[in-house]
């Protein structure tokens, strides 16, 4: 039954009556909820009641896109729905990525072209797309964020797989259905975060896991148009059957950022704040060996101590250098734990994937006299 304040589902488990909300926002919120706590074939049971209060409530072109999903599953159905409109809305792309100059002039030039208008030139000379892309490299250096921009650079949906089924092996058996999205969506990035827990060795806990995501990137065809891309903190753990032709075709190191990236990565997050007249040169050489996030933590406190120090007095108190560097000189980066943890692995036959992170290791070692703490 369809009514003016949204759509009445009766289960008849509990006789419970679930109103869903009266715009789409609402309608993708509460039917996620409802999709994973009761049983399918009740919702099943209901597509024509739900898609008719869909109707004039949806953009046409979302309805057309996620009605095949119903049938995999209603579940499947609002994850297409929610995908589709926040591919619509995402206002990312690479020109909001802070510094990083390099890694976005290869997306450019190498990766974009082969992803985007130019893919039917690719299809008549028998590329295929990009199966797999690898993003390594400290924490809090962009890696999860990056695939947000790519996917708003690309106007593509952006499919993120839930932490969950990364950390429980009992969940791999749903590996297929997120790959099954991405290929019927097309135009798809599909991210797997932390992805060095699904690809550990075969012989460890998520040996299934393991052998699922091969066999899912092992299927890549000529004709898919989706991207799948992973992102760690730590590389050496992964499978090398992952490193094959065919399965991660690039692999990108996201480094701390340079000297360059990190007086862009402070302009860019001073940008609409109150500020004095600032030495980014000076704030970019204290900064050494942070990350992106670190950096990001330091305005943001600095903007807080202001913030304080405003509502105290009264009137608006400008974020100074000295404030910052007082900010910078309180905390170590964050990376240098993760650093020192890299320095005592052995990379063995992963040196050449991994070259550049090796070099780092080393410019580390030759540097660790005088630390990374200041």
Known sequence: MVSEGGLELIFSRDEERVYLGRNLEEFINAFSYHASKFNSAKLLAKKDEILAWLDGKCPKELMEQ?????GKSPEYFVMALRVLKERDENKYDLGRFAGYAGVKKWFSECLLPICGAESEMR?????????GLLLYGPPGCGKSYLP?????????????????LIEYPQEADRIPSYFDVARKLKHAILHFDDIDKLC??????????????????????????????GSTNYPERIDP??????????????????????????????????TESLDFSELAEKTEFCSCADITHFCMQAALDCCRKSMKNGKEIAISQETLLGRVSR????????????????????????????????????????????
């Open 148 to 164: 947000h921009c790519l996917a708003g650079e690309l106007k593509y949906c952006f499919v993120n797989v839930p932490p969950l």
């Open 123 to 131: 299809k008549k000379f028998g590329i295929r797309q990009k199966s």
């Open 241 to 274: 059957a992952f490193f094959r032709p065919g399965r991660f075709d690039e692999v990108v190191y996201m480094r701390l950022p340079d000297i360059e990236s990190r007086k862009e990565i402070f302009r860019h997050c001073l940008a609409s704040i109150p």
């Open 331 to 374: 905390q170590n980066p964050s990376a240098a734990s993760w650093f020192e943890e890299k320095a005592k692995v052995d990379f063995g036959h992963f040196s050449e994937v991994f070259s550049e992170l090796v070099k780092d290791i080393e410019a580390y070692r030759e540097k660790k006299g005088c630390s990374y703490a200041r």
């Open 200 to 229: 550990e060795s075969r012989a460890e806990l998520r040996a299934s896991a393991t052998r699922l995501l091969l066999s899912e990137m092992d299927g890549h065809k000529i004709d898919d148009e989706y991207l799948l891309v």
């Open 66 to 70: 996620a009605i095949p999903f119903y």
